[in-house]
């Protein structure tokens, strides 16, 4: 029985399932071991921009590597999601942006930059 694959990737119906199944399965759920060293790793979160690259992979791949070797070495181990990221990716981006209109942004000032940082998050 053949079943033809969409054209294009539809993630609701693959995602929602496995994501809950991990919930339910406590995938995300750390316990800590006091009869263990703790070795952690904050993984940051992806750029704004949504442009990833080969450094990204890397940076994520090392970081895989790490917290495994250490867990194999009897470390109590945690490779912590990040919710704090620099957002310099996101400064340049909006600068040039700003440039394109002829605007400087010190001409804008804080508080109408912060605006377009946080528009350019929702776009």
Known sequence: MSKELA???DPKGMEDRLYRK???????HAEVDRTKKPFSIVMPP???TGKLHMGHAMDNTLQDILTR????????????PGTDHASIAT???IIEKLKEEGVS?????RERFLERAWEWKKE
């Not at 991990?22 to 995300?28: P, S, T, V």
């Open 7 to 9: 054209k294009t990737y």
């Open 91 to 93: 400064e340049v981006k």
């Open 46 to 48: 992806p750029n704004i």
């Open 22 to 28: 991990w919930l339910d399965k406590k995938y995300f």
């Open 105 to 109: 942004k010190e001409e804008l000032g």
């Open 69 to 80: 070797y250490k867990r194999m070495q009897g470390f109590c181990t945690l490779w912590q």
